[in-house]
């Protein structure tokens, strides 16, 4: 007899181990199916000892193990796996089986398909990171080099994207000449194209390149020898839910253990990365980049006009209307940049200030208008809780009829250009035209089907834009610096440089405050400059790399989210921890914060913390280096 000890694969479990009894010894990182509560569960070994060395222990125990239902021949999980997760439970403060369960594969997960059974093979490749900073066109040239050396050594490479679009850019890039050698790993996939995917995985005749999103990429292949990370500062390589876990980082804790080469490339890496580029933890993968050359100019107009009444200011700059005019007349495309969705990010009442808020999450409401039966209806929508109400027509604090939209919404761009060129086709893409990637994906489509016309988009536009326009603008500048995150400067700067790289003749960014430093690096290219500013800048501030944020949230009334601090209080006595509330807090809806900064030089005292946090309640979100801290 044996007595087995598993780690539970259940999403934010706070469960870091169980034992039962067993006749079978199974090997340590075997899936198994384990009663839980009266439910069955996936689970993974991770401690098999005979009865006989535990005996004293189980005499003393309050408590019965329950037997092991049988399994034959399970698969068991690479060792590199988990000892990626068990080297990640040092950064997060989850346990072991929520970072396995954040690691593995939906399909793995559920049980539809089984961890594909490997050999265990160790590397020896060089693990130090490589940082390839270049405009995109140039990082697939450097990747087909890298991929032709890779199959030359008669091995393997992954390239891990950001997002599903970013997958099929991939292999329109890398795809020709090596078909038959490619292995997709897509969330657009259907069942029989990701079993059709799992399949060549076991097929080790010849090298492959795996091309797939953070989702799949800790699939072990017993010849893959290298790992490039795409875009490797995109968000979206963090997960948003527990233990919200940093694939990107998570991957290079995955290639040093698996002894892998690893490399991360994008237009404008993280400051993060840079600096540990500089320090020499990174190396340099070609030439060191001080500046990065477009084709497009970017071009900065600074408008003078002031609102009246009767006369609120022009969206669309004199400068910027001739330049969409000339490319839509040589049957070119257009893109504006919309920083906001909806006809106003917020609205409020002229008589007493009163700004319409959400109940559930107190954000300011968005004004958006839709159509249903060729009537226009407008809503109040909140981004954050999702609620959708109607919009009101008068203030509901003083009942006055005077309510202004305040800000620029992509609806309210969409309304103007329509006034100024009501022959010109429009194509507009936000989470309300395109709530799904491939309804985005068909806007798109159709958009550059036609000979010319403009697309309106928000964020979310901008992976699809990578075919290239003839003209780009920022319709409003001012209202994309308004961003509440500690990256504001970097995710700005990164914008700019997205659209010269995507852009044919010229990028208009249109202001109403003076040229800054930011905005002279972005049109001169000059990255190094860029970072030389934002690292001084985050050195002074003390943020990352300077130092980690843990950031704590709680929600509940004004009264009551203090009481549920007293058990944070009484579990963090010893740190400094900062205390405050989210700015849009109410009586009733009150958001807490509690932000924990910590020093290079405090990675000592790390682990204490982590187990400190991990014993604290589940109603505490708890994120390490998130984009907002407020």
Not at 468 to 478: H, K, P, Q, R, T
Request: charged share 25%; net charge positive; proline share 6%.
């Amino acid at each position: 007899m044996f007595v087995i000890q598993v780690t539970p694969l259940i999403r934010g479990t706070q469960l870091e181990s169980l034992s039962y009894f067993s006749s079978t010894e199974y090997s340590i990182g075997s899936f198994l199916e384990v009663p839980i509560r009266g439910k069955n569960q996936r689970a993974i070994v991770t401690e098999v000892r005979p009865v006989s060395t535990t005996k004293t222990a189980l005499k003393a125990a309050t408590f019965s193990l329950r037997k092991l239902p049988h399994q034959a021949d399970p698969v068991v999980l690479p060792e590199t796996i988990r000892k990626t997760a068990e080297a990640l439970s040092a950064q997060y403060p989850a346990s072991i089986g929520a970072l396995l369960f954040a690691l593995l594969p939906p399909d793995v997960r559920t049980g539809s398909q089984p961890y594909p059974r490997t050999s265990l093979v160790k590397h020896d490749e060089e693990t130090t990171p490589q940082l390839l900073t270049a405009r995109i066109d140039d990082r697939y040239v450097a990747y087909q080099g890298f991929i032709r050396s890779t199959f030359a050594h008669r091995g393997s490479i992954m390239i891990v994207v950001p997002t599903a679009v970013e997958v099929d850019n991939a292999v329109k890039q890398l795809s020709q000449g090596i078909e038959d050698r490619l292995i997709i790993f897509s969330p657009h996939q259907t069942k029989k194209q990701r079993e059709s995917a799992y399949l060549k995985l076991t097929d080790v005749a010849t090298a492959k390149l795996i091309i797939t999103t953070p989702s799949h990429a800790y699939l072990e292949r017993a010849d893959l020898i290298a790992i490039i990370i795409e875009q490797a500062a995109s968000a979206h390589y963090v997960a948003r839910q527990r233990p919200y876990l940093d694939h990107k980082e998570a991957l290079i804790t995955y290639a040093k253990i698996s002894g892998r080469s690893i490399l991360l490339g994008d237009t404008v890496p993280r400051t993060e990365d840079e600096v540990q580029r500089r320090n020499e933890t990174f190396l340099t993968y070609g030439e060191e980049v001080k500046r990065i050359a477009f084709t497009a100019p970017l071009i900065i107009i600074t408008q003078r006009d002031k609102p009246k009444p009767e006369a609120p200011f022009q969206l669309f700059s004199k400068e910027l209307l001739v330049s969409v005019e000339r490319a839509l007349e040589a049957r070119g495309h257009v893109f504006f940049y919309a920083a906001r969705r909806g006809l106003a990010p917020v609205v409020a009442c002229i008589d007493c200030g009163y700004i319409f808020r959400c109940p559930d999450s107190n954000t300011p409401f968005s004004l958006i208008r839709t159509v249903k039966n060729g009537a226009e209806e407008r809503w109040f929508v909140s981004s954050t809780s999702g609620r959708r109400v109607r919009a009101a027509d008068v203030c509901g604090h003083c009942g006055s009829w005077r309510l202004r939209e305040r800000g620029i919404g992509i609806q309210q761009v969409y309304d103007e250009w329509r006034q100024i060129m009501p022959g010109s086709d429009v194509t507009i893409i936000d989470n309300i035209t395109a709530p799904t990637t491939k309804q985005a994906a068909k806007l798109v489509r159709e958009f550059y089907a036609k000979r010319s016309g403009v697309l309106i988009g928000t964020q979310i536009a901008l992976p699809f834009i990578s075919a290239g326009v003839d003209v780009s603008a920022i319709i409003s500048l001012d209202a994309a610096r308004t961003i509440p995150t500690w990256r504001a400067d970097e995710s700005l700067f990164r914008l700019l440089m997205k659209l010269r790289e995507c852009t044919a003749r010229e990028v208009i960014v249109q202001t109403r405050t003076e040229t800054d430093t930011l905005l002279i690096h972005a049109t001169r290219g000059a990255i190094e400059r860029f970072y030389d500013d934002e690292i001084a800048l985050r050195k002074m501030l003390q943020y990352p790399p300077f130092c980690t944020f843990i950031l704590l949230t709680w929600l509940g009334t004004s009264t009551s989210v203090l009481e549920l601090e007293k058990p944070i209080l009484s579990a963090l006595t010893g740190y400094e921890v900062q205390y405050y509330n989210s700015p849009n807090s109410t009586k009733e809806k009150a958001q807490r914060h509690g932000l924990i900064r910590i020093s290079p030089n405090g990675q000592t005292g790390h682990a204490p913390l982590l187990a400190k946090l991990r014993s604290l309640p589940p109603y505490v979100k708890i994120e390490i280096n998130p984009e907002r801290i407020v």
